[in-house]
Every structure is written in structure tokens, then in C-alpha cells.
């Protein structure tokens, strides 16, 4: 957003109506180095084998990589990759706002006999529609 060669406005001016500092401007970034290069190699082949290893099993494997590395190198790189562990996020059983709740039918039946009452559950069951969606 800064033109160093507009006429008008200095880069000390365009600066300060941007709210940045100059030293911001020239700031290059340098890339990772060699060696983390490679970490991130190891890491992404680990994750590859293993998508639920955390940072912890990650690193302890590194260390059998032997890559002497500590647990916030391994958490920059893993942000760094965009890699996300896979495991149960909080609030998983919350119901979708749009599905049907069916009512409960057996509310204030008065159970006194055997056989009155089956009960079955299809959670698991496989349907054509499941069959088609994932195969």
C-alpha cells in the first residue's frame, strides 16, 4: 500500500496515515532453515502414517528421527504446516438445528408386562443410502 515513488506523500507520511513503522516496510522475512526444512519433512511423513499423533508422540518420534527438537519447535511447525490433529472436538453430540426431533412415545406408558416394549438401536445400521453416499 506504500508507493516509494509517489511525489505527494513521503514514505514517513504514507507511514503514519497507515499506522505502521517504517522498519515494518523494509522488513524482509527470511524462510525457514535447512534444518527445519527437514523437520518439517519428517513431521509431515509422521502425520501422513499417524494423523492422530499429537505434538508430544510427534516429537518423540522426531527424536527417534534423531532430530533433537523440543516441544515449541514442533508446535510452530505444525502451525506453520496447517497440521491439526484428529480427535473429538468439544460439543460433537449437539443437534443440528434443522433436523427433526421426534417425540419420545413411550411417555407416561406404564411398563407392567414382558414383550410390552422393544426397543432397538439403528445408529450403526447400514442403509442403501449409506451404501450409495460411501462407496
Known amino acids: 500500500m506504500v508507493d516509494k515513488r509517489d511525489k505527494t506523500l513521503s514514505i514517513v507520511q504514507q507511514c503514519a496515515l497507515l499506522n505502521i513503522s517504517r ?3 523494509y522488513y524482509e522475512r527470511c524462510g ?6 527437514e523437520i518439517m519433512k519428517a513431521i509431515d511423513r509422521i502425520h501422513t502414517e499417524c494423523p492422530f499423533y499429537g ?14 527438537v523440543g516441544k515449541k519447535l514442533v508446535i510452530r511447525l505444525m502451525k506453520l504446516m496447517a497440521i491439526e490433529v484428529i480427535y473429538p472436538k468439544p460439543n460433537t453430540s449437539l ?3 434443522e433436523d427433526k426431533i421426534y ?8 411398563i407392567n408386562r414382558c414383550h410390552q416394549v422393544w ?4 445408529t ?5 443410502y449409506a451404501v450409495q453416499v460411501f462407496l
Open 124 to 128: 450403526y445400521t447400514r442403509t442403501s
Open 95 to 97: 443437534p443440528n438445528c
Open 23 to 25: 522498519s515494518g516496510l
Open 55 to 68: 505434538f508430544r508422540r510427534i516429537r518423540n518420534e522426531l527424536r527417534n528421527y534423531n532430530f533433537d
Open 32 to 37: 525457514e532453515s535447512h534444518r527445519n526444512l
Open 103 to 110: 417425540p419420545y412415545l413411550l411417555r407416561g406408558l406404564t
Open 119 to 122: 426397543e432397538m438401536d439403528i
